[in-house]
């Protein structure tokens, strides 16, 4: 019998020569182990569902022909001929249903993880792209007095960075990240997401009452998060209020009160209401480091994912205030900025060493920044109960530069930026979008999975992580009363002075007086849009 018509041929094989036999087309895997789909010529030869639904009509129509034709035949021959081609056709028609079946499990699932994950956007940031379903631990690590310039991924030759240049390479290196110039006010900004001005500018080691419950603590609790704080508190004195860092929303602490005590040999340390005795005999930035291991232990028990606000102690000098010195080593020498920095990177490298014990270090994203410039001058030693002090200067690129904490110039303001997350994050990754202070909250509470449901001037870095283009145009510092907004290489003062930023001499500034070019009257009319205050 002669077979026409494209299907045929489509689901046909030629007739082997010499001695027929029936052919019998390989069963489909059982719908729990199919695993991928069959061979383009295998699928050629059962007419693939995707070729649309005519040929599956046109298909069972010419069985039903066939089956007709049967039987009005009379030769023996002839019916098994005709017998052998219906079956044929009829275990294709059902090898192609099994696969439409297993295919269509297999959409449908993905279809519910889909699903799962649109609605866990829908909750965080309404029509915000996904990024990941599960909820991942968040350690922000925000170091005290350290330039973008002491560390050696940013080209700095004055310290080595070992471990903090590792992370860098293994994540993301953010080259426009900046802070207020000196650590209170970048505090607020981190912990509320607002600009000091905003909210009625805190006054050193204050934290109004009013924004309490309106922390990035209370917020990431919220999201279903441990939370902990440990290293510098500087919100208030913790002899007169103990409770302050519970109230804030941190489950846990293990904090130095503001100039109550030394913070790092011989420490005064607050745990969870009472002064830990036992870390007098310790040093102080061990202790901090390992009151988060030790809570992160507890959150993997709990199987609640954690946020740990590492605020590091180092590199600031030694407390200064005290009514006798406090030596940082029992021989009475005073750590200089160097040995300083080398410590500091050696905590995030046993932190980070830390996690890749405990295989958390792909579910866990690890936040480095510093909360201002370097010192221009750090404690020496002491002669007779005076502190000495003197300059700090580190080799960038070439060039010596002087720490410019407290200015309002790339020597105080621009800080390192560090993100790795080795499951999502491109190692390696370079990014020159605009960061500021105020983005570290909305970007924390995205990476859980929450909304902000409060006033914010932050904005999420978290799309820059994934490679995608920042939402941010400019970003914003303030000190004393004076402010200026900024992008990458231009600056207008709240004065009204517009400059253009050195690009190789940290702290230099030009002002643009003159006729502008195009490319600057746009970036002037873009900064003067800017509407950083309330």
């Not at 069972?60 to 001929?81: D, G, H, M, Q, V």
């Not at 902990?228 to 929303?249: A, E, F, N, S």
């Not at 007779?384 to 580190?394: A, Y």
Request: include cysteine.
């Amino acid at each position: 019998m002669r077979r026409s018509g494209s299907l045929a041929r489509r689901c046909s094989k030629p007739e082997p020569t010499g001695q027929r036999q029936a052919r019998t087309p390989s069963a489909p895997p059982p719908l729990d182990q199919a695993r991928s789909r069959p061979s383009r010529r295998k699928r050629r030869q059962c007419a693939w569902p995707s070729a649309g639904k005519s040929n599956w009509q046109r298909l069972y129509s010419r069985t039903r022909k066939s089956l007709c034709r049967a039987r009005t035949l009379t030769s023996e021959k002839a019916i098994r001929r005709e017998s052998r081609r219906i079956g044929e056709w009829h275990q294709r028609i059902e090898y192609g249903i099994r696969w439409h079946r297993v295919f269509s499990e297999q959409i449908a699932m993905k279809k519910r993880q889909f699903l799962l994950a649109a609605f866990a956007a829908c909750i965080s940031c309404g029509s915000a792209p996904v990024y990941a379903a599960k909820q991942p631990n968040v350690i922000l690590i925000l170091a005290d007095d350290v330039g973008y310039e002491a560390l050696g991924c940013y080209g700095g030759e004055s310290y080595p960075t070992p471990h903090l240049d590792a992370l860098a390479k293994g994540g993301l290196q953010a080259m426009h990240c900046y802070s207020m110039p000196v650590c209170h006010p970048t505090r607020v900004a981190v912990l509320t997401g607002r600009y000091p001005i905003n909210v009625s500018s805190p006054k050193w080691g204050t934290f109004p009452a009013k924004l309490e419950k309106q922390t990035i603590a209370h917020a990431m609790k919220a999201a279903g998060y441990s939370t902990v704080v440990t290293g510098k508190w500087q919100l208030t004195l913790l002899r007169d209020d103990p409770p302050q860092p519970h109230r804030m929303g941190f489950d846990e602490y293990s904090v130095f009160g503001w100039h109550e005590g030394a913070r790092y040999h011989e420490p005064m340390i607050y745990e969870n209401g009472r002064v830990n005795e036992a870390a007098r005999q310790q040093f102080g930035p061990d202790v901090y480091r390992e009151f988060i291991e030790s809570f992160i232990d507890r959150s993997v028990k709990e199987e609640k994912p954690f946020f740990a606000f590492y605020s590091m102690a180092l590199c600031h000098d030694v407390t200064d205030d005290l009514d006798k010195p406090v030596p940082v080593s029992p021989t009475g020498k005073y750590l200089s900025y160097a040995e300083m920095v080398a410590e500091m990177d050696r905590q995030v490298g046993l932190l980070t060493a830390f996690l890749e014990k405990k295989k958390l270090r792909d579910d866990t994203v690890v936040i480095f920044t510093t909360d201002n410039g370097t010192p221009s001058k750090m404690i020496s030693h002491h002669v007779n109960g005076k502190l000495i002090r003197v300059p700090v200067f580190s080799q960038l690129a070439g060039r010596r530069i002087q720490g410019g904490k407290g200015r309002l110039d790339d020597t105080g303001t621009r800080v390192p930026l560090i993100v790795n997350w080795p499951s999502v994050i491109e190692p390696g990754s370079r990014t020159d979008a605009l960061i500021d202070m105020a983005d570290f909250f909305p970007t924390s509470l995205q990476l859980a999975g929450a909304t902000v449901d409060q006033p914010t001037d932050g904005i999420s870095f978290l799309p820059v992580l994934h490679g995608k283009a920042s939402e941010r145009s400019w970003a914003y510092s303030e000190h004393r009363g004076k402010w200026w907004v900024r992008d990458q290489r231009y600056k207008l003062h709240h004065t009204g002075k517009f400059v253009e930023v050195s690009q190789k001499n940290p702290g230099k500034e030009t002002e643009l007086t003159g006729k502008l070019t195009a490319v600057q009257k746009q970036a002037k009319a873009r900064l003067k849009a800017a509407r950083p205050h309330d």
